[in-house]
Nanobody, 116 residues
């Protein structure tokens, strides 16, 4: 079983920045891709960003240009750098890891609040 633990969420003012972290209990090189999702109250869970084992990245349109996904393989950690946060960004942000052999794993989520 794989454990994914997110951290870094909190309260930030509009226009501010946060960096989320996701630490995996095993090497993230074993995953084909890792993702960040977010879920706002009353809404579906949406894909925010993806990074593949080869380092390719992809972003959802609402966050393009403001968010950067990255990974540190030696630390088994994935990051989400969020800048220029907007009132529509608050949500629970979830880390996810996908393995073609073992399936998908989820973290417990970290809350992001944007308010002045």
């Amino acid at each position: 079983q794989v454990q994914l633990v997110e951290s870094g969420g909190g309260l930030v003012q509009p226009g501010g920045s946060l960096r989320l972290s996701c630490v995996a209990s095993r090497s993230i090189l074993s995953f084909n891709a890792m993702n960040w999702y977010r879920q706002a109250p009353g809404k579906e869970r949406d894909l925010v960003a993806t990074i593949t084992s080869g380092g390719m990245t992809n972003y959802a349109d609402p966050v393009k240009g403001r968010i950067t996904i990255s990974r540190d393989n030696a630390k088994s950690t994935m990051y989400l750098q969020m800048n220029s946060l907007k009132p529509e960004d608050p949500a629970v942000y979830y880390c996810s890891a996908f393995s073609a052999l073992r399936g998908r794993y989820w973290g417990q989520g970290t809350h992001v609040t944007v308010s002045s």
